[in-house]
């Protein structure tokens, strides 16, 4: 099994915590974004839209990070990170879809504008990323954030994790996200709402994901 990516990558960060989760290993195969490894022909042979992730199972490929999750939960031996009741899982889901809908978005707004773009811009794929972003984007992103932490934060209030007692994939898709929210100055955003703060701080430091979760802090 082979995982095509960067230990830096966000998208990478949710394939890695699974196979940690699950005490298994695959082999990283380096594709640097800042290099400009994921747009070239071989890449795109595995993954026709030029990103990471991608997965290579035994002659199978799949892309796409939430997909990937999924099925290497399924794949693999060891504790499920779905939950079994149904109204759980699809709460789980629910949760997922916000990431994708509503936070991951904005956070890299707010990348943009921080200090990991600062290490971006001084590497060789600087003129592959997009600008930062101007004032008015930035108050729009953080924002968008804030209702959609409010709407997290009164949730936990009532259960120790987003699709109830246990830990799941929708825990393993706002990992990444968060992490790197923190990493650009827009930390603030998490640890005023205190359900939200609680959460966070026992998410992150899962061993797993101490051991997962690398923010870029150098040019590749």
């Not at 960060?13 to 699974?18: A, D, E, I, Q, T």
């Not at 026709?48 to 990937?68: K, N, Q, T």
């Not at 709407?151 to 009532?158: I, M, Q």
Request: aromatic letters at 8%; a negative charge; glycine letters at 6%.
């Amino acid at each position: 099994m082979k995982v095509y990516g960067t230990t830096t990558s966000a998208c990478t960060h949710k394939v890695l915590m699974v196979l940690a989760e699950k005490g298994c290993e695959a082999e990283l195969v380096e594709v640097s974004v800042l290099k400009g490894e994921d747009k070239s022909p071989e890449h795109r042979v595995r993954q026709p839209f030029g990103e990471i992730p991608v997965l290579e199972d035994d002659g199978y490929l799949l892309y796409e990070s939430r997909a990937i999750i999924r099925y290497l939960d399924q794949r693999l031996p060891g504790p499920s990170l779905t939950p079994a009741d149904l109204r759980s899982r699809g709460l789980m889901e629910q949760w997922i879809s916000i990431e994708q809908s509503y936070v991951s978005g904005p956070v890299w707004e707010l990348v943009r504008s921080g200090p990991v773009y600062d290490v971006i811009r001084n590497s060789p794929g600087a003129a592959l990323m997009p600008p930062p972003p101007d004032a008015a984007a930035i108050t729009a992103a953080r924002a968008e954030l804030a209702q959609a932490f409010d709407v997290a934060d009164t949730r936990l209030a009532e259960h120790p994790y987003l699709a109830g007692p246990d830990f799941s994939l929708a825990e393993i898709t706002w990992l990444p996200y968060l992490q790197y929210l923190f990493a650009s100055g827009g930390g603030d955003l998490v640890t005023q709402r205190p359900h939200l703060a609680r959460w966070w701080q026992q998410i992150s430091n899962r061993p797993t994901w101490q051991a997962v979760g690398k923010v870029l802090d150098r040019p590749e």
